[in-house]
């Protein structure tokens, strides 16, 4: 409980956001799966922005945190060097070892946004933009 309240006193909603790529993904996609709120929350954002991008077979990639090892994490490298890819992680915040994991990956030199929701973590890979990292809410 105290990981959600600590969560959304961080994380902000489309206002504010100056990211033209992750404002669209928020208002387009993100917000209003948030609002129909299905019952597999996880699976309706990865099927809802796999979708939206546009994006060809094999080049989402969903990586589950808690399944993760930690001698893993060097063969994500080779997912990271692929800038066409998106990776989405699951289970941020379900212990200090899953959370200690996602900060490595969204710290990679190679990820350029990394999106954080409470429910899963988004990285782009793509350089359109500096390097962010955003927590966002249900609006």
Same mark, same amino acid.
């Given at each position: ?7 959304? %006193? ?91 994991? %996602? ?37």
């Amino acid at each position: 409980m105290f990981k959600r309240i600590r969560f959304n %006193w961080k994380a902000q909603t489309a206002h504010g956001l100056h990211s033209p790529f992750v404002y669209r993904l928020y208002t387009e996609v993100i917000d209003p799966i948030y609002q129909q709120a299905p019952a597999d929350l996880q699976e309706a954002l990865i099927h809802g922005i796999g979708t939206y991008l546009k994006l060809e077979a094999g080049h989402l990639h969903v990586i589950d945190l808690v399944k993760l090892q930690d001698y893993e994490l060097d063969g994500i490298e080779s997912l990271m060097q692929q800038k066409e890819f998106l990776i989405i992680c699951l289970h941020l915040h379900e212990n200090e070892e899953t959370a200690a994991r %996602w900060k490595k990956i969204y710290q990679n030199k190679s990820v350029i946004h990394s999106i954080e929701l409470y429910e899963l973590g988004i990285i782009s890979l793509n350089p359109i933009a500096p390097k962010q990292h955003f927590w966002l809410k249900k609006s």
